[in-house]
């Protein structure tokens, strides 16, 4: 079996998504990174001037994000591995007369972008990927972005990751309350600065990796739930 067809291949994860925003899935019809707005930090970075030209979301969900944007007048693309997601984002943009383009993709080929793009923004699939798949999603950034580039990746920290999984665990019961520290996930799997630091060592300059919130929601109650995360800025070289 090749890795494109593992448990953790594109296929598989596609499956798990697309069911996820099916409404099958413990999360019911409302999954806790669909908040139903766009997060407070794009929106921050937007009003900065921090964000230019062709813009990406990566890992888009049903388009939030973009749509705020293309509000604002930008020419956004956002791709999702998640057809169901993809058809939802292009429903939401329809309704509100944005033009936006939606596609179904994946993050770490980004096949058919190159050097499209002069801003990425991300919030929270880069959290998804261990250390290997972090540096090809990276590099899949980089060929997709042209010089100079910037590439703004909001991605929830292993502090963030558990304040939101101990507040599910509680409003749902088939989700399991997090781990002791020292039964938590394997190092690869570790939501840290450092993590985003190595991922983009190659083709990318640092600019900051900064200590910010993602905002969640807890989806029984519609409960709106701000958690630790990580806001990296990246230029590309």
């Known amino acids: 079996m090749s890795e494109a067809d593992g448990p953790d291949g594109p296929g598989a994860m596609t499956e798990v998504f697309d069911a996820v925003y099916r409404g099958e899935s413990p999360f019911g019809k409302r999954p806790p990174w669909e908040i139903g707005e766009p997060q407070p930090v794009y929106v921050a970075l937007e009003e900065a001037g921090l964000i230019g030209g062709a813009v990406l979301d990566a890992g888009c969900g049903t388009g939030e994000d973009a749509l705020h944007l293309a509000g604002k007048g930008y020419a956004v693309t956002g ?6 997601a993809v058809s939802l984002a292009r429903d939401k943009a329809a309704e509100r007369g944005l033009d936006a383009v939606f596609d179904v993709g994946d993050a770490l080929e980004l096949t058919g972008y190159e050097g499209r793009f002069d801003t990425v923004i991300d919030v929270g699939l880069a959290h998804t990927f261990d250390a290997g798949r972090l540096r090809a999603y990276a590099a899949a950034l980089h060929r997709a972005c042209r010089p100079g ?8 920290s ?21 781990l002791p520290d020292d039964a938590s996930e394997s190092p690869g799997l570790r939501r840290s600065a450092d993590h985003l630091r190595d991922g983009f060592a190659d083709g990318w300059t640092v600019e900051s990796i900064t200590g910010t919130r993602i905002r969640g929601v807890v989806p ?17 070289i």
């Open 79 to 84: 791709l999702d591995l998640s057809p169901t």
């Open 149 to 156: 580039a910037l590439a703004h990746i909001l991605s929830i």
């Open 220 to 236: 029984p109650t519609a409960e709106l739930l701000d958690v630790h995360a990580w806001l990296g800025r990246f230029r590309r």
């Open 158 to 178: 292993d502090r963030g990751a558990a304040e939101m999984q101990a507040r599910l665990a509680e409003a749902i019961a088939e989700i399991p309350a997090p």
